[in-house]
């Protein structure tokens, strides 16, 4: 059973960055800057980082995955959206893509945190219900 939860984590986070690869190469302005054939039209990085935030959230809070798996997930997402605007560019400029990034970082940082604090709350009522259990008997 521990075996077959391992396996599920694993490939739930391998979906989810399958999910997120999908969705930083169907971005429009990455799309046409991959073709080389940026057309008159306003981009912006807002909808990528609120897919991958939105991702991030599910990860976290949705699914019964423990923390030091996600943080996989978090490393990689910024990871790729820094990649990407590093080398790709962003329709907001580059500062504006940096400055993008440190905020992601802050908000990746801050639900990894909560979901490590959780974690380790659970574990601690866990083992209050072992002890007040172990007494009884």
């Known amino acids: 059973r521990f075996v077959r939860m391992q396996v599920l984590e694993i490939l739930s ?11 930083f190469l169907n971005s429009p302005y990455l799309a046409q800057r991959l073709e080389n054939s940026l057309d008159d039209v306003y981009f912006s990085d807002s909808r990528l980082l ?11 809070l949705c699914l019964a995955i423990r923390w030091s798996k996600v943080l996989l997930l978090d490393v990689l997402s910024n990871l790729f959206y820094l990649t990407f605007c590093l080398t790709l560019g962003s329709p907001e400029g580059r500062p504006n893509s940096i400055t993008n990034a ?12 909560g979901h490590r604090a959780l974690e380790r709350m659970e574990r601690s009522e866990f083992e209050n219900v072992v002890e007040a259990d172990a007494t009884i008997l």
């Open 13 to 23: 986070i391998a979906a989810l960055l399958a999910l997120e690869i999908t969705l």
């Open 102 to 113: 440190i905020i992601l970082a802050l908000a990746t940082f801050l639900l990894s945190l």
């Open 50 to 60: 609120l897919f991958l935030c939105t991702l991030m959230i599910a990860a976290h």
